[in-house]
């Protein structure tokens, strides 16, 4: 068991038989110190990607569960499902496109992730903080603005659109956060 106040997002839970994502933690300091803390907890249900959003006190439990977390290796994909071989064993896993998520954008062949098994089946994919992408297009930066603080859009070699510096030109490098899908520096 976990207690309430332990969730953090990432967490993977047990409520009902069904596994949960906890995505965002949230709690509300009462004015009165006798009156308990209430904690606004919102999770997404790994089989169907449903939204849950609960109310709990601070003493509360749930039901922990045990993921097995294994470094793997993006392999390839036919658009529906997404290959991963674990690093160690050379198994092949096939993750949902739906499981991923916003994943898929930062996604390059032979990246290492980490994915969460719980009895054998991928439940949780973990991207690294930060990826370099190449940039394929971009309008050309206008002279004069040299702060940096200007920005235009510029698709990258994923699909992914983000917002450059004017600097940034077509076929540089890029390094982008992929918790907040934003750009960072020139790699």
Do not use: W
């Not at 309430?4 to 906890?22: A, C, D, F, R, S």
């Not at 004017?166 to 020139?186: N, P």
């Amino acid at each position: 068991m976990i207690q309430v106040t332990e969730l953090k997002p990432g967490k993977v839970v047990m409520i009902n038989n069904q596994l949960y994502n906890v995505l965002k933690v949230s709690f509300n300091q009462p004015k009165e110190a006798r009156t308990e803390v209430i904690y606004r907890v919102k999770f997404q249900n790994i089989s169907n990607q449903s939204i849950l959003e609960k109310s709990f006190h601070s003493p509360d439990k749930l039901e922990d569960v045990f993921l097995e977390v294994r470094k793997m290796q993006y392999l390839y994909n036919d658009m529906e499902s997404y290959t991963f071989m674990d690093i160690e064993n050379y198994e092949q896993y096939q993750l949902d496109k739906r499981l991923i998520g916003d994943a898929i954008n930062y996604l390059l062949e032979n990246m290492e992730v980490v994915i969460c098994l719980y009895d054998g089946q991928p439940v949780t994919i973990t991207m690294p903080n930060f990826v370099v992408l190449k940039v394929v297009y971009t309008e050309p930066g206008e002279r004069g603005d040299t702060t940096g603080k200007v920005l235009k859009p510029a698709k990258l070699e994923t699909g992914l659109e983000v917002q450059v510096p004017l600097f940034v030109d077509t076929d540089v490098r890029i390094k982008v956060d992929t918790r907040t899908g934003e750009y960072v520096s020139r790699a």
